[in-house]
């Protein structure tokens, strides 16, 4: 027989889970890079004004140095980013994905091919979590599901970047981007 509910604001529900300094970083993330999309704003200066906004008014929240990171991170590799999550939707297009999907989408795989210190599930329990609960009802077996995919290939794209700058003296561009993510399996 299972517990009764902990969570009094919802009986029969379970207690929420207790979100860490990461989990909020991460949410903030996917706001600002929704934003940006939305306002046609790049995510850095978004984020940046935000900070420095933050410092003057205290009604704004600080912008915690992981949240700098994730954006900047998914900014900075934004093509080779959607390459991969494309690479990993059957049926699906990027555009065609609700826009907080999308940002979700793209915080996590950043994560799993560049934040060496994040386990892989705990960057895909993560953004499901986000999914929870900033999407829609589908959304989270949807953002499990591409995720899970990626995380496959995610060791192979590492190392074919990190063998990169040693191999060749040539700069990262779209084609060899393109070079070190494997195509997805049908």
């Given at each position: 027989m299972s517990e009764p509910s902990k969570n009094p604001a919802a009986p029969g529900k379970p207690a929420a889970k207790k979100l860490g300094?990461?989990?909020k970083a991460r949410k903030r993330?996917?706001?600002f890079l929704f934003e940006a999309e939305a306002r046609d704003l790049d995510p850095v200066v978004l984020a940046t004004e935000r900070g420095e906004l933050s410092a003057h008014e205290e009604t704004v929240a600080?912008?915690?140095a992981y949240t700098t990171t994730l954006v900047t991170g998914v900014a900075e590799n934004l093509d080779r980013v959607d390459s991969?999550?494309?690479?990993?939707?059957h049926q699906w297009t990027l555009d065609r994905l609700p826009a907080v999907d999308r940002a979700i989408l793209r915080v996590a795989v950043w994560e799993l091919l560049n934040a060496v210190d994040v386990p892989p599930v705990v960057a895909?329990?993560?953004a499901v979590e986000l999914a929870?609960?900033?999407s829609t009802d589908d959304s989270p077996s949807f953002v499990n599901g591409v995720l899970g995919q990626i995380v496959l290939v995610a060791p192979q794209v590492r190392a074919a970047a990190a063998a990169r700058p040693a191999a060749q003296s040539r700069p990262v561009t779209e084609n060899t981007a393109d070079e070190a993510v494997p195509p997805a399996s049908s």
């Open positions: 300094a990461r989990h993330a996917v706001d600080p912008v915690n991969v999550i494309g690479d990993h939707l895909v329990d993560e929870k609960q900033l």
